[in-house]
């Protein structure tokens, strides 16, 4: 049996590649297909500059067991949702889309910070007592320890920046706590430590149901939430459904969030500040609005659902970008937990 003390070095791509580019990342959960609000909140930003970063994209298929999940319908997120990512024009070539258990080290590194988190910390969390709550008796232990898997996601790759939602930055906090209690507690730099980044205001887009709550995938009225499998019958009957306010007119106002998410939907997509968009709808009606954001987003979204169902239906290729992402994370995956398994004096395997 051999103790190894050198953690192996990395191929000189791999390298240089990490010496010139600060490392990107971010995951999405495949409970459900995504939405509108994820494509707009999400990947359209990242599509505008993920190239200048060494980035890392997953699906995190063990996320999503801390709900139950038909195991069909999991498979079929989780690789629809990666299929997304590629349909909306991220190249697989400059950054590394994969699923989250393909790379073993995730579930390792999450047991290992598990023993250095505190229950006090945890129970902290906003989702985490959010989701709680909901669920009354019979807590599963994943909803709690949900926030150390994703550190272990975002600290595996010495990650630089966590493009995240504003409801997700405490979780993206907690794992800057657990890197500093780690890279302290051993007197190494065993991770980096990461920053949120929160997509720019105006990203934020809201159920169409219910303009005050944010556009969720797993909502259960299936009016709220514009998936990216909606056919464009779909999109324009839900845009006419939408809930807007009281009175008439169409302006900028707090008051009016019904109104104020279709041009921030319609903003997202044309880049136009609010302002300028309000000024074309003077003296126009609210039906007008629905059905010119509608049509915007048929336009939008319409080739994404259809490029998805191209890639989906060729699976052969997709299988090829998700293997290949996942050898070459396994790589960097294996850097950190060779780091953390010899400052802790876990003997390595014999190789
Ligand atoms: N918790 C995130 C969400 O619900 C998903 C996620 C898991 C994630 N691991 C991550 C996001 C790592 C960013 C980085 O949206």
């Known amino acids: 049996m051999s103790i190894s003390t050198t953690v192996p070095a990395p191929n000189s791509k791999m390298n240089s590649e990490s010496n010139t580019k600060k490392v990107m ?13 994820n494509y707009l909140g999400a990947l359209k930003n990242w599509v505008g500059f993920y190239e200048n970063y060494d ?21 079929d997120h989780t690789l629809r949702a ?13 950054a590394k889309l994969f699923i989250q258990s393909h790379v073993r080290q995730h579930a390792e590194l999450s047991w290992i910070l598990t023993c250095h988190a505190y229950m006090g910390e945890l129970s902290r969390m906003t989702q985490f007592k959010d989701k709680s709550s909901k669920q009354g008796q019979n807590i599963g232990c994943g909803i709690f320890s949900y926030p150390i898997l994703m550190a272990a996601d975002i600290l595996l790759y010495q990650t630089d ?6 409801d997700q930055k405490q979780h993206v906090e907690l794992t800057r706590d657990l890197a500093l209690r780690m890279n302290h507690l051993y007197d190494t730099e065993l991770f980096k430590i990461p920053e949120p980044f929160i997509a720019p205001v105006g990203a934020r887009i809201m159920s169409l149901q219910n303009p005050l709550a944010k556009m969720s995938k797993s909502d259960t009225d299936p009016n709220a939430s514009i998936f990216l ?3 464009n019958d779909q999109i324009v009957k839900k845009f006419k459904k939408a809930v807007t306010d009281s009175g008439t007119e169409i302006t900028d106002d707090p008051a009016k969030p019904g109104v104020k998410n279709l041009l921030t939907i319609q903003s997202a997509i044309t880049k136009k500040p609010i302002a ?14 629905k059905l010119e954001t509608a049509e915007m987003v048929v336009a939008e979204i ?4 259809d490029k998805s169902n191209q890639i989906l239906s060729e699976q052969t290729e997709l299988m090829k970008i998700l293997r290949e992402a996942a050898q ?12 953390v398994r010899e400052a802790l004096g876990l003997l390595s395997p014999a190789r």
Request: aromatic share 6%; glycine share 8%.
């Open 25 to 37: 990342l971010s995951a999405v959960t495949p409970s459900n297909t995504l939405t509108l609000g």
């Open 55 to 75: 980035c890392y994209f997953f699906s995190v298929d063990l996320h999503a067991l801390t709900a139950r999940q038909d195991p069909k319908a999991l498979l």
């Open 82 to 94: 990666l299929a997304n990512y590629l349909a909306a024009g991220i190249d697989p070539k400059k």
């Open 161 to 166: 920046l966590v493009p995240v939602g504003e």
């Open 229 to 231: 499998t909606d056919s």
């Open 276 to 289: 300028e968009l309000v000024e074309g709808y003077r003296g126009k009606m609210y039906g007008h609005l």
């Open 302 to 305: 319409g080739p994404i659902r």
């Open 328 to 339: 070459a994370a396994s790589v960097q995956a294996e850097l950190t937990t060779t780091k």
